[in-house]
């Protein structure tokens, strides 16, 4: 169907910057919304960021003002600034998709999920 390939978690400082991004890509008609959930430890899921096709966004009240989300309908490609970061904000962070892809015998909905990358903010 649609596969989600997520890049760009790692280690940072409190305080500082990292950029993720998530590439979709098989037989896509068209994606309507895409997102970011993360994951704590001994937490469950939570959607951090989300937008859809028509560039309208939401976010999680604990990341307004330091996390931007973005998307290039073009490339069919999800991205989250994370600025001012905090330990908090440690997780594993997942993209998520959801839209119509074409099927064998015609179109149908999906909702993907990338494999997760993990994003540490320690000093």
């Known amino acids: 169907q649609v596969q989600l390939v997520e890049s760009g978690g790692g280690l940072v400082q409190p305080g500082g910057s990292l950029r993720l991004s998530c590439a979709a890509s098989?037989?896509?008609?068209?994606?309507?919304?895409m997102g970011w959930y993360r994951q704590a430890p001994g937490k469950q899921r939570e959607l951090v960021a989300a937008?859809?096709?028509?560039?309208?966004?939401n976010y999680v009240d604990s990341v307004k003002g330091r996390f931007t989300i973005s998307r290039d309908n073009a490339k069919n490609t999800v991205y989250l600034q994370m600025n001012s970061l905090k330990p908090e904000d440690t997780a594993v962070y997942y993209c998520?998709?959801?839209?119509?892809?074409?099927?064998?015998?015609?179109?149908?909905?999906?909702?993907?999920w990338g494999q997760g990358t993990q994003v540490t903010v320690s000093s």
């Open positions: 937008i859809t096709s028509g560039g309208n966004t």
């Open positions: 098989g037989r896509i008609f068209s994606i309507k919304n």
């Open positions: 998520n998709a959801r839209g119509v892809y074409r099927g064998t015998y015609g179109s149908a909905d999906f909702t993907s």
